[in-house]
Nanobody, 120 residues
Framework: HVQLVESGGGSVQAGGSLRLSCVAN????????LAWFRQAPGKEREAVAD???????RYSTSVKGRFTISRDNDKNTLYLEMNNLKPDDTAVYYC???????????????YGQGTQVTVS
């Protein structure tokens, strides 16, 4: 069972940047596809980006060109670099690990507790 812990959230002004991190407690983290999802109040959880074990990436259209997902398997860590942030990016951001056959929540088995990102 992979445990995931996110960090790096906070409050920024529109146009600003943040970098989220997600650390796993298990080396098997390296075998999984990894993803970031987000959920705003009153809305369903939506995909942001994912990266598979071969470092192939996918992005939602709303963040493509602004966000960059990466992973460091030596550190069991997943990252999300977020630039040119917009108020619509405000949400709780969750990292996830799993099969990742599609960039949808049900394709990922393990989730962290989330970190709040607020853009004003």
């Amino acid at each position: 069972h992979v445990q995931l812990v996110e960090s790096g959230g906070g409050s920024v002004q529109a146009g600003g940047s943040l970098r989220l991190s997600c650390v796993a407690n298990d080396y098997t983290f390296t075998l999984y596809s990894l993803a970031w999802f987000r959920q705003a109040p009153g809305k369903e959880r939506e995909a942001v980006a994912d990266i598979d074990s071969r470092y192939s990436t996918r992005y939602s259209t709303s963040v493509k060109g602004r966000f960059t997902i990466s992973r460091d398997n030596d550190k069991n860590t997943l990252y999300l670099e977020m630039n040119n942030l917009k108020p619509d990016d405000t949400a709780v951001y969750y990292c996830a690990a799993g099969n990742g056959w599609r960039l949808i929540p049900s394709a990922y088995e393990f989730y962290g507790q989330g970190t709040q990102v607020t853009v004003s």
